[in-house]
T-cell receptor, first 114, second 111 residues
């Protein structure tokens, strides 16, 4: 059973609406990743954090997404203005350290943008 | 840049067949290599990893050997079961870098 908790499991939004999802990493894991998985099972890296600090992110994330991992609160990923192409499974993963370490994934949030 | 290639998009087998899923990577040095498995409706689960040439990783009857010479980390299982049906991902990680996933291989095992 996954110990990385993602909510909600399903999210339905209209185009232009905000879409926000949350992730509680496994206890004691300071590193958090967000990935987007499309219907062809392809992974796209979005952003990662170590503790509360953003380590890496792609251009799309910087421009259209808002993400944070505050201390003592769930991490969150928010799409400011949803587009049809954002429909995907959003996966949060955590790990003990940043490099070469296995990832523990949540079940994901399935976003549908109508 | 770093990348992972899985040549089979889908593999269809019968129970007790031998499984091979091919994974080749492109990266400098010695990246860590992983296999993950994803069942429907769930996130990927870690199977095992290897980080040195000739190192073998294994779990639940699956195994793969890190081969620096052929830049490969092929997944094998001697006898598959219907419950092994899932999508399998090969992945690569370098120090201070993000993890790169292959496009996945859908395994379908018929009873």
């Amino acid at each position: 059973n996954s110990k990385v908790i993602q909510t909600p499991r399903y999210l339905v939004k209209g185009q232009g609406q905000k879409a926000k999802m949350r992730c509680i990493p496994e206890k004691g894991h300071p590193v958090v990743f967000w990935y987007q998985q499309n219907k062809n099972n392809e992974f796209k890296f979005l952003i990662n954090f170590q503790n509360q600090e953003v380590l890496q992110q792609i251009d799309m994330t910087e421009k259209r997404f808002s993400a944070e991992c505050p201390s003592n609160s769930p991490c969150s990923l928010e799409i400011q203005s949803s587009e049809a192409g954002d429909s995907a499974l959003y996966l949060c993963a955590s790990s003990l350290q940043f490099s070469n370490e296995r990832l523990f994934f949540g079940h994901g949030t399935k976003l549908s943008v109508l | 840049g770093d990348s992972v290639t899985q040549t089979e998009g889908q593999v269809a087998l019968s129970e007790e067949d031998f499984l091979t899923i091919h994974c080749n990577y492109s990266a400098s040095g010695y990246p860590a290599l992983f296999w993950y498995v994803q069942y429907p409706g769930e996130g990927p689960q870690f199977l095992f990893r290897a980080s040195r040439d000739k190192e073998k990783g294994s779990s639940r009857g699956f195994e793969a050997t890190y081969d620096k010479g052929t830049t490969s980390f092929h997944l094998r299982k001697a006898s598959v079961q219907e419950s092994d049906s899932a999508v399998y991902y090969c992945a690569l990680a370098h120090s201070n870098n993000r993890i790169f996933f292959g496009d996945g291989t859908q395994l379908v095992v018929k009873p």
